[in-house]
Nanobody, 118 residues
Framework: QVRLAESGGGSVQAGGSLRLSCAAS????????MGWYRQAPGQQRELRKL??????????EYAISVKGRFTISRDNAKNTVSLQMNSLKPEDTAVYYC?????????WGQGTQVTVSS
């Protein structure tokens, strides 16, 4: 069992910044990629979209819509992953979910709301 504890999020005006953090605990000896997904208001869970991910080796992947504005980072020693979000736009408004991959299964955090007003 893996538990993901998220922190950060909140409300900000367009152009502002927020930082999300996520700490993994439990059976994490084989933790692979970690990342962040988001689910826009009214969307079903199946439509949750990748924002950014980072492998244990440090390879990163970003959604096109956030490239150059968001930065994902990971601390393998602490089993944490963070997402620095700059130049936020109203369309970034969503519930953001931390994810952690173990062989054959993806774990999810409880989600944290990010609201960007124009």
């Amino acid at each position: 069992q893996v538990r993901l504890a998220e922190s950060g999020g909140g409300s900000v005006q367009a152009g502002g910044s927020l930082r999300l953090s996520c700490a993994a605990s439990g059976f994490i000896s084989t933790l692979n990629a970690m990342g962040w997904y988001r689910q826009a208001p009214g969307q079903q869970r199946e439509l949750r979209k990748l924002v950014a991910s980072v492998t244990r080796g440090g390879d990163t992947e970003y959604a096109i819509s956030v490239k150059g504005r968001f930065t994902i980072s990971r601390d393998n020693a602490k089993n944490t992953v963070s997402l620095q979000m700059n130049s936020l736009k109203p369309e970034d408004t969503a519930v953001y979910y931390c994810s952690a991959d173990l062989p054959g299964f993806r774990y999810w955090g409880q989600g944290t709301q990010v609201t960007v007003s124009s």
